[in-house]
């Protein structure tokens, strides 16, 4: 139990254009999803946090209108990298949580993000 | 502000020895530690958690200490096998605030 999907895996794209990543809780319902940005041989960062059917509490030094996110329901959320360049490329991975507690947050496999 | 960070960049052990993986933190007001395990291309994979109340909590083949005094955390891994090859993050959590704040991480190589 308590799988976390995205989609796509990987993607590449070119310079200006926008690219959507699904995050997916396939078998619970995911009241808060975040996403997070991981460079070569980096840590995780925190991007932003989403509650369902709420605005996402994005990160200090996250750019909102770049990263747009969507919790429409509680089993998805979106990424939408807008007008991504080459140096928005990375691996993006979500995490999703049952509840309020920490302990219940299920990762995803990531998605790596390639932009041309 | 909250950070979590690492000792080692990398560790390099014989197969069958004991590993440990150090991770050091700055806020005391964290009150919940979780170790990951991820692989290349892979998201992070849940191996122990610790709250601050506990000083040792132990699973299979892995034990988690914790030392408040010197806000210190380490994850011992027993007769580290091959798959243990990977990189480990020790990851921090301010109570209340629900946010996982992850320290560089630590590659471990498992040489046969």
């Known amino acids: 139990g308590a799988v976390v999907s995205q989609h796509p895996s990987w993607v590449i794209c070119k310079s200006g254009t926008s690219v959507k990543i699904e995050c997916r809780s396939l078998?619970?319902?995911?009241?808060?999803m975040f996403w997070y940005r991981q460079f070569p041989k980096q840590s995780l960062m925190l991007m932003a946090t989403?509650?369902?059917?709420?605005?996402?509490?994005?990160e200090q030094g996250v750019e909102k209108d770049k990263f747009l996110i969507n919790h429409a329901s509680l089993t998805l959320s979106t990424l939408t990298v807008t007008s991504a360049h080459p140096e928005d490329s990375s691996f993006y991975i979500c995490?999703?949580?049952?509840?309020?507690?920490?302990?219940?947050?299920?990762f995803g496999p990531g998605t790596r993000l390639t932009v041309l | 502000g909250e950070s979590v960070g690492l000792h080692l960049p990398t560790l390099s052990v014989q197969e069958g020895d004991n590993s440990i993986i150090n991770c050091a933190y700055s806020?005391?007001?964290?009150?919940?530690f979780i170790w990951y395990k991820q692989e290349s291309g892979k998201g992070p994979q849940f191996i122990i958690d610790?709250?601050?109340?506990?000083d040792k909590r132990q699973g299979q083949r892995v034990t988690v200490l914790l030392n408040k005094t010197v806000k210190h955390l380490s994850l011992q891994i027993a007769a580290t096998q091959p798959g243990d090859s990977a990189v480990y993050f020790c990851?921090?959590?301010?109570?209340?605030?629900?946010?996982?704040?992850f320290g560089a991480g630590t590659r471990l190589a498992v040489h046969p």
């Open positions: 995490s999703a949580g049952q509840g309020t507690g920490t302990d219940t947050q299920y």
């Open positions: 989403s509650n369902e059917g709420s605005k996402a509490t994005y």
């Open positions: 806020n005391s007001a964290s009150d919940y």
């Open positions: 078998d619970f319902q995911a009241t808060t």
């Open positions: 990851a921090g959590v301010i109570g209340g605030y629900n946010k996982l704040i």
């Open positions: 610790i709250r601050s109340n506990m």
